[in-house]
Nanobody, 120 residues
Framework: QVQLVESGGGLVQAGGSLRLSCAAS????????MGWFRQAPGKEREKVAA???????YYVDSVKGRFTISRDNAKNTVSLQMNSLKPEDTAVYYC??????????????WGQGTQVTVSS
């Protein structure tokens, strides 16, 4: 059973930074793609960033140049460094894992979510 536990959310002023981390357990971490999704009130969940097993990355246009996803296979963790945060980044952020090594395949395991609130 794959388990994902997020940490690092919180309240920050616009222009500030936060770093989200996700600890994974239950299988060989390095073989699978990992991602971060977010869902704001009244909006659909969107894929924010993802990283394949070969470390190729994906970012939604709205966060390019501000967010960086990374993975540490030795520690079974994936992180999302978020800089220059904007109020529109406010959402619950979810860590997710795929059953594939590629970030463009579906994500099937989910963490419990962590709230990120950016004040103006």
């Amino acid at each position: 059973q794959v388990q994902l536990v997020e940490s690092g959310g919180g309240l920050v002023q616009a222009g500030g930074s936060l770093r989200l981390s996700c600890a994974a357990s239950g299988r060989t971490f390095s073989s699978y793609a990992m991602g971060w999704f977010r869902q704001a009130p009244g909006k659909e969940r969107e894929k924010v960033a993802a990283i394949s097993s070969n470390r190729s990355t994906y970012y939604v246009d709205s966060v390019k140049g501000r967010f960086t996803i990374s993975r540490d296979n030795a520690k079974n963790t994936v992180s999302l460094q978020m800089n220059s945060l904007k109020p529109e980044d406010t959402a619950v952020y979810y860590c997710a894992a795929s059953n594939s090594g590629y970030y463009y395949h579906p994500f099937v395991y989910w963490g419990q979510g962590t709230q990120v609130t950016v004040s103006s």
